[in-house]
């Protein structure tokens, strides 16, 4: 078959592979290749146990793979053979050198950029997937620029807005899709002919442009804001905790006035996840390096207040238990980041169970899809875990119980048969306040929920 458009995405992580599966979905006349420098990631992608949890995306995958969706090792003959390039590739925070733990690494663009160039022997449109500080697509338009003869690129930045456990509904339906691009004339076809892609199920009135520098910018704000929100939740709740205000009634009062609006007000441990704290202290860094000083520390106590939540909660559950956690049992439920998502990264259960840990407890963690990924961000900590996926086993001889992840069938559990496996007196800490609170005390728990009074049997 003759494909319209020859498309290719470097980077098949958790943005490039879901993306791509979508618009190979959705456009059936063009090829969509996805090609990756970690070769098991582009086997993991052709095998039955995709290395991406979300849901529905296996549907679609098994729909296009193979037909117009195709996971490929062979990066340097890919960047000859296609039209359209998507770059996704990881933009971690710097560890060393200038901006350390707060600028983009920039080192896998750079590389992507030079690899594209050094592969190309006809003109492309190359498109920023990545969420990248300002500025980055100048860096890479003068990199292309460099490359000899006729060839030409257009580099357009079309950021990513969904959001993980929900990435094939987002993909889908996003709330809009934003491409920046050059005003110039060879701008402004490599931007039509992106739209052209989207348009072919996202309404014409949800596709928005901006110059590159805007569009880049918006997606660190968008992150930024939503964030903000969950620590602004977050320290409400530290002060609900200390008086007879219950933050689920504060959030619902506050929520109702439309122009505040009720999404991103759950109150809980902090957030994850590989972007919010990432992109902030990107942020952070670029106001700093413009000199606005006063508007980098705005945001940087966003990520300040999400740390301080989560040393709160871990010294709710220290104090709570007579100070003394040495031989206890404790039985963490939850270690993904969100529900619906094996991802682990910068997941709030990494540093809750190293503090455990560290305080002598014996941890036992359950989780229907993290597993995996718990295991490798806890090798070589001293101590003992163990990794048991049936919650009831898990729980089995604990002292105490921590939520940590918001997935619907913790809702679901038999508490009460939980309890009577548990050691006396047997505590429950509610990270992400989503259990019946009143219903486990009544069945013999002390509770410990986020931002509302304790319910314990001692007498104080
Ligand atoms: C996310 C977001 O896309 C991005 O906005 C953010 O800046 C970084 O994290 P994600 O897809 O979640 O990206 O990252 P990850 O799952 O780590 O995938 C990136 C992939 O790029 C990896 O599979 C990695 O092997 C690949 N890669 C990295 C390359 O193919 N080439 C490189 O030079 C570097
Ligand atoms: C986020 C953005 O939502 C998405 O638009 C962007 O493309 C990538 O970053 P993601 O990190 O996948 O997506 O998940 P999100 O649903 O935003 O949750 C982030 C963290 O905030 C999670 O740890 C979640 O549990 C927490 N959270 C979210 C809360 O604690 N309370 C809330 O009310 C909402």
């Not at 098991?40 to 849901?55: G, H, K, Q, T």
Request: glycine share 6%.
């Amino acid at each position: 078959m003759k494909f319209k458009k020859k498309i290719l995405c470097i980077g098949a992580g958790y943005v490039g592979g879901p993306s791509m599966a979508i618009i190979a979905y959705k456009c059936p006349d063009c090829r969509i290749t996805v090609v990756d420098t970690n070769p098991n990631r582009i086997d993991a992608w052709n095998s039955e146990d995709l290395p991406v949890y979300e849901p529905g995306l296996d549907k679609i995958v098994k729909k296009t793979r193979g037909k117009n969706l195709f996971f490929a090792k062979d990066i340097e003959n890919q960047i000859k053979e296609n039209d359209i390039i998507f770059v996704s590739v990881n933009t971690p925070t710097k560890t060393y050198g200038a901006g350390a733990d707060m600028a983009a690494d920039l080192q896998y663009w750079e590389k992507t950029a030079r690899q594209i160039m050094k592969h190309s022997r006809s003109s492309k449109i190359v498109i920023e997937k990545s969420t990248l500080p300002v500025k980055t697509a100048l860096a890479m338009e003068k990199i292309l620029a460099s490359a000899k003869g006729k060839i030409k690129f257009d580099v357009l930045s079309n950021p990513e807005f969904m959001a993980e456990g929900t990435a094939v509904s987002d993909l889908e339906n996003p709330d809009r899709v934003l491409i920046g691009s050059h005003e110039t004339k060879s701008g402004l076809k490599a931007r039509a002919e992106l739209i052209g892609i989207y348009a072919r199920w996202v309404p014409l009135e949800k596709i928005i442009t901006s110059n590159i520098w805007s569009s880049e910018l918006s997606k660190l704000v968008a992150n930024a804001f939503l964030a903000q929100r969950v620590s602004s939740i977050n320290s409400i709740s530290a002060l609900c905790e200390k008086t007879d205000a219950d933050i689920s009634e504060v959030a619902k009062a506050v929520g109702m006035d439309s122009r505040i609006g009720d999404k991103f007000l759950k109150a809980g441990i902090g957030f994850g996840g590989s972007c919010f704290k990432k992109d902030i202290l990107n942020l952070v860094y670029l106001c700093s390096y413009y000199g606005l000083q006063e508007v980098a520390a705005y945001w940087e106590s966003v990520v300040k207040i999400n740390e301080y939540q989560q040393e709160r909660f871990m010294a709710n559950i220290l104090n709570s238990m007579f100070s003394t956690l040495a031989g206890k049992k404790i039985c963490i439920l939850g270690f993904s980041f969100k529900a619906d998502t094996g991802d682990t990264r910068e997941s709030p259960a990494i540093y809750i169970s190293q503090k455990l840990l560290a305080e002598h407890a014996e941890v036992i963690i359950s989780d229907p899809k993290a597993l995996k990924n718990a295991a490798i961000d806890l090798a070589g900590i001293k101590g003992t875990v163990k990794y048991i996926e049936d919650p009831y086993r898990a729980a089995a001889g604990c002292h105490a119980l921590v939520i940590l992840t918001d997935w619907d069938l913790y809702q679901k559990l038999d508490f009460q048969k939980i309890y009577s496996s548990m050691v006396k007196p047997a505590f429950l800490f509610d990270g992400r306040n989503i259990i019946d609170h009143k219903k486990c005390f009544a069945i013999g728990f002390n509770v410990y929920p986020i931002g509302k009074p304790a319910l314990s049997h001692f007498k104080n």
